[in-house]
Nanobody, 127 residues
Framework: QVQLVESGGGLVQAGASLRLSCAASGSTFRTYLMGWFRQAPGKEREFVATITRNGDSTYGGDSVKGRFTISRDNAKNTVYLQMNSVRPEDTAVYFC????????????????????WGQGTQVTVSS
């Protein structure tokens, strides 16, 4: 089992950059597929990005490609989301998630691919 704690959210202006962090407990962090999702008020939780266990592959949702980058540091049990050129439509609660299994790239965007979730961190982008 793993526990996840997100940090780094806040209020920023459009066009700014922000980096979210997700710290994981336990010694098995490197065995988990890690992802970021977000949920805006009144909307479903949306896939943002995923990174494989050793960090050699990353995948991003269409709405953030070219602007957001996911990375991980297995020595620090931490996964990051670097958010550049943020827009008001990026406003949401951002959740970190961990998946025990890797069933392939076509499953990365599914919420059900992740068994553990953090509590989320609010990101608000003003225009």
């Amino acid at each position: 089992q793993v526990q996840l704690v997100e940090s780094g959210g806040g209020l920023v202006q459009a066009g700014a950059s922000l980096r979210l962090s997700c710290a994981a407990s336990g010694s098995t962090f490197r065995t988990y597929l890690m992802g970021w999702f977000r949920q805006a008020p009144g909307k479903e939780r949306e896939f943002v990005a995923t990174i494989t266990r050793n960090g050699d592959s990353t995948y991003g949702g269409d709405s953030v490609k070219g602007r957001f980058t996911i990375s991980r540091d297995n020595a620090k049990n931490t996964v990051y989301l670097q958010m550049n050129s943020v827009r008001p439509e990026d406003t949401a609660v951002y959740f970190c998630a961990a998946g025990e299994f890797n069933f392939g790239t076509n499953t990365y965007a599914r919420r059900t691919s992740y068994q553990y979730w953090g509590q989320g961190t609010q990101v608000t982008v003003s225009s």
